[in-house]
């Protein structure tokens, strides 16, 4: 169960864990998000080479698991047009609130206004719209960070994702949310999984490395085409 809150940063989730009470936010500004930005905006981490984002490059990004938003944010700080999909309702509000915020920043304004955009919906449901739609409305590249297998040691889990998996639950679609997303995006697909964790489904056709986490990338450019030209054959 969770109740909610609110203080001089925001609206918030009180949730509780281990018996106590704890917070949980999204937050752009501060914080890790923060500290990110100040870092640099995030244009040399492997999420931003994962997406093929470069100079030159700035591809339009569907978050199809937009979670607290923080990977969605950074792509728009960094110049891609992005539709965030989120379907829990209460992270869903949580993600408003922390982008008025952001947006109440003058210099933050200036730089992503009108390039985010947040949606609460079955992301399947707006992949298989897209797909029957034209090509032009299609985004160059799907993002997916579905929830990670539970670890069985609580210890080793950081206490916000604890707090997370509380509210929102299993992601049980994620295969099927993958499948969509290879249908839709115009260039890639990027996956988000555990370093060690198993592919969500086929040989990804490149893996950027982190030290705790891995992007599987699949690319669709010309990957609708080569199924046809197979399809002629048969």
Known sequence: ??????????????????????L??????????????????????????????????TPSVLDATAGLGR????FAWLGC??????????????LEDALERALAEPSVAEKIRGRLHLLRAEAIGVLEQLASGPDLARPEVVYLDPMHPERK?????????RMFR???????????????????????????????GEALGPDPDHQLE???????????????????SAQAVD
């Open 1 to 22: 169960m969770a109740d909610w809150h609110r203080d001089e940063q925001g609206l918030a989730l009180r949730v509780r864990l281990d018996g106590s009470s704890h």
């Open 71 to 74: 990977d969605a944010f950074l």
């Open 24 to 57: 949980l936010r999204a937050e752009f500004l501060r914080g890790p998000m923060g500290f990110r930005l100040r870092r640099g905006g995030g244009r040399g981490e492997a999420v931003a080479r994962a997406i093929g984002l470069k100079k030159g490059a």
């Open 166 to 196: 509380s509210l929102v639950g299993e992601d049980t679609d994620s295969h099927r949310l993958l499948e969509a997303a290879l249908r839709v995006a115009r260039r890639r697909v990027v996956v988000k999984r555990p370093r060690r």
């Open 153 to 161: 040691s609580a210890g080793t889990v950081r206490k916000e994702m």
């Open 210 to 228: 982190g030290k705790s986490t891995r992007f599987d990338i699949y690319l669709t450019a010309g990957r609708e085409k080569s199924r046809d």
């Open 81 to 94: 047009e992005v539709l965030a999909v989120e379907r829990n309702p209460e992270i869903h509000a949580l």
